[in-house]
Nanobody, 124 residues
Framework: QLQLVESGGGLVQAGGSLRLSCTAS????????MAWFRQAPGKEREFVGG????????RIGDSVKGRFTIVSDNGKNTVYLQMNNLIPEDTAVYYCAAGRLLLPSTRPDHYNSWGQGTQVTVSS
């Protein structure tokens, strides 16, 4: 398993941007999928986006498509989630996840490594 550490969360006004980082404790092989999920109070964990460690296979969740992008920089053992045009509905704890997959999956139970989460709050 990988140890994952997220950073970059915070408070931002609607329309603003944030970039989240997920740094792995070591490099992963190309058959690792990296993903971002989020969970708001009282709601299920939601897939935000995913990418293969090699940088291919990018997949973005429908609720954030056109506003969020995900990039893998395996030279830095880091995956980034760039979030633009944020809205209050984006408020949640954001989690980074990793798993041995052929492509990023939208199902949380397909991932066996998780970070501790970082809070993102968008004010109106």
């Amino acid at each position: 398993q990988l140890q994952l550490v997220e950073s970059g969360g915070g408070l931002v006004q609607a329309g603003g941007s944030l970039r989240l980082s997920c740094t792995a404790s070591r490099g992963a092989s190309d058959n690792y999928a990296m993903a971002w999920f989020r969970q708001a109070p009282g709601k299920e964990r939601e897939f935000v986006g995913g990418v293969m460690w090699s940088g291919g296979g990018t997949r973005i969740g429908d609720s954030v498509k056109g506003r969020f992008t995900i990039v893998s920089d395996n030279g830095k053992n880091t995956v980034y989630l760039q979030m633009n045009n944020l809205i209050p509905e984006d408020t949640a704890v954001y989690y980074c996840a990793a798993g041995r997959l052929l492509l990023p999956s939208t199902r949380p139970d397909h991932y066996n490594s998780w970070g501790q989460g970082t809070q993102v709050t968008v004010s109106s």
